[in-house]
Nanobody, 130 residues
Framework: QVHLVESGGGSVQAGGSLRLSCAAS????????MGWFRQAPGNERAVVAV????????RYADSVTGRFTISQDNAKRTVFLRMNSLKPEDSAMYYC???????????????????????WGQGTQVTVSS
């Protein structure tokens, strides 16, 4: 079981920036897919970005490409999400997720499905005002 703890959420004005952190502990394997998902009221939980821990390869939702950056500090087993040029539509609860990873899962499909991730953090709220 992987235990995930998010931090760094808050309230900002449109155009501002935030950095989220996700600290992992427990049964983390050599190669994990670590992802950020978000869920606004009335909406389904949707992928934001995912990183493959062994290679550092990343994938993003189209809506955040060019504005958000996912990164990692493997020594600290921590994943970050840098969010720039924030928009009101980015407002949501942001969740960190983790699962064992493979090249097939990361490249061929599944990486963007919340149902594929077994470990979740408690979430951190991001609110962007116009």
């Amino acid at each position: 079981q992987v235990h995930l703890v998010e931090s760094g959420g808050g309230s900002v004005q449109a155009g501002g920036s935030l950095r989220l952190s996700c600290a992992a502990s427990g049964a983390t394997g050599y190669n994990m897919c670590m992802g950020w998902f978000r869920q606004a009221p009335g909406n389904e939980r949707a992928v934001v970005a995912v990183i493959m821990s062994a290679s550092g390869s990343t994938r993003y939702a189209d809506s955040v490409t060019g504005r958000f950056t996912i990164s990692q500090d493997n020594a600290k087993r921590t994943v970050f999400l840098r969010m720039n040029s924030l928009k009101p539509e980015d407002s949501a609860m942001y969740y960190c997720a983790a699962r064992p990873c493979s090249i097939h899962f990361f490249n061929e499909g599944g990486w963007d499905s919340s149902a594929a991730y077994a470990s979740w953090g408690q979430g951190t709220q991001v609110t962007v005002s116009s």
